[in-house]
């Protein structure tokens, strides 16, 4: 199976010539987020391949999928993006792309959880704080990744906050993220934006 080794294409080509098209007429009051981008290249993919990504569950723990038909509203009012992606929305993703948790035996909540979007974007990872520091979200992570590669030959990629100083350090320190960056090796920062009507 062949796999891309290059970062998504849609930051370039005509997406890239509408930006600049438009650029006169952004202001910093359009710009929401600015955004570091990481993406899986070619000899990732190969070591998610091979990744036993199950295994490295501590005892007592395992993963699952989720029930939705009693997670998706704890799930919707979690999600920072749930003011703008409904909850019908959020289903067609978890039923669509690749998702997990981690659950703890005799509790009902999952602990951990990550989903995909529609163009392979990594979603809400999520860990609940009486877990966190424990490489929970870090197997989730890479659990639905592997999926997304093995069962639908898609290349995840993720977004990071730019001032969110710890996930961007740990990101760009895994072995399975490749941080975007340009020429002189400078982050390019990604930006979503909200065109006002005048």
């Given at each position: 199976?062949?796999?891309?080794?290059?970062?998504?294409?849609?930051?370039?080509?005509?997406?890239?010539?509408?930006?600049?098209?438009?650029?006169?007429?952004?202001?910093?009051?359009?710009?929401?987020?600015?955004?570091?981008?990481?993406?899986?290249?070619?000899?990732?993919?190969?070591?998610?391949?091979?990744?036993?990504?199950?295994?490295?569950?501590?005892?007592?723990?395992?993963?699952?999928?989720?029930?939705?038909?009693?997670?998706?509203?704890?799930?919707?009012?979690?999600?920072?993006?749930g003011a703008v992606c409904t909850k019908h929305e959020?289903?067609?993703?978890?039923?669509?792309?690749?998702?997990?948790?981690?659950?703890?035996?005799?509790?009902?909540?999952?602990?951990?959880?990550?989903?995909?979007?529609?163009?392979?974007?990594?979603?809400?990872?999520?860990?609940?704080?009486?877990?966190?520091?424990?490489?929970?979200?870090?197997?989730?992570?890479?659990?639905?990744?592997?999926?997304?590669?093995?069962?639908?030959?898609?290349?995840?990629?993720?977004?990071?906050?730019?001032?969110?100083?710890?996930?961007?350090?740990?990101?760009?320190?895994?072995?399975?993220?490749?941080?975007?960056?340009?020429?002189?090796?400078?982050?390019?920062?990604?930006?979503?934006?909200?065109?006002?009507?005048?």
């Open positions: 199976m062949k796999h891309c080794h290059e970062p998504p294409q849609y930051i370039y080509g005509e997406f890239t010539t509408i930006i600049k098209s438009i650029s006169n007429h952004i202001s910093n009051q359009h710009i929401t987020l600015q955004l570091c981008m990481y993406y899986i290249n070619e000899e990732q993919q190969k070591n998610y391949e091979k990744s036993k990504v199950d295994e490295t569950l501590p005892e007592k723990f395992y993963m699952d999928k989720f029930d939705t038909e009693k997670e998706l509203e704890m799930l919707h009012k979690s999600w920072h993006n959020l289903l067609g993703r978890l039923q669509c792309f690749p998702s997990c948790c981690i659950r703890r035996e005799n509790v009902s909540d999952p602990i951990s959880w990550q989903f995909m979007g529609w163009f392979g974007q990594l979603n809400h990872t999520y860990t609940n704080p009486d877990y966190r520091k424990k490489g929970f979200a870090t197997i989730v992570e890479q659990k639905v990744c592997q999926e997304a590669i093995q069962g639908l030959n898609i290349i995840p990629f993720k977004f990071v906050v730019s001032n969110d100083e710890v996930v961007n350090a740990w990101s760009k320190k895994a072995k399975y993220w490749t941080h975007l960056t340009d020429d002189k090796d400078e982050t390019i920062l990604m930006g979503f934006v909200r065109i006002l009507e005048s």
